[in-house]
Nanobody
Framework: QMQLAESGGGLVQPGGSLILSCAAP????????VGWFRQAPGKDREAVAC????????YISNVGKGRFIISRYNAKSTVTLHLNYLKLEDTAVYYC??????????????WGQGVQVTVSS
């Protein structure tokens, strides 16, 4: 059973940057669409970004347009999410998820445990 693992979270000041990574130990994410989602305390989970498996088409939701970048690296075995110009409201637990296609609404087959991102001065 493939399991996803996120890394790279932490504490950052407003305006700063973080790079989150998503990997599947023992597996490659090359053939999966990988999405990033986040959930802040007391709020619903929201979509952040996704990258397709076949053509690496990327999608960034409104929460990250112009600030976040999703990409693959390491022979496509890892997916990164670059968080730039971070705001206080970006504070949340960030999850990566994998499935056959990108979707903002459909539940993904595989999920990671999440990584905390805290933006604070």
């Amino acid at each position: 059973q493939m399991q996803l693992a996120e890394s790279g979270g932490g504490l950052v000041q407003p305006g700063g940057s973080l790079i989150l990574s998503c990997a599947a130990p023992g597996f490659s994410l090359e053939k999966y669409a990988v999405g990033w989602f986040r959930q802040a305390p007391g709020k619903d989970r929201e979509a952040v970004a996704c990258i397709e498996s076949d053509d690496d088409m990327t999608y960034i939701s409104n929460v990250g347009k112009g600030r976040f970048i999703i990409s693959r690296y390491n022979a496509k075995s890892t997916v990164t999410l670059h968080l730039n110009y971070l705001k206080l409201e970006d504070t949340a637990v960030y999850y990566c998820a994998a499935d056959r296609l990108c979707s903002w609404s459909r539940d993904y087959e595989y999920w990671g445990q999440g990584v905390q991102v805290t933006v604070s001065s």
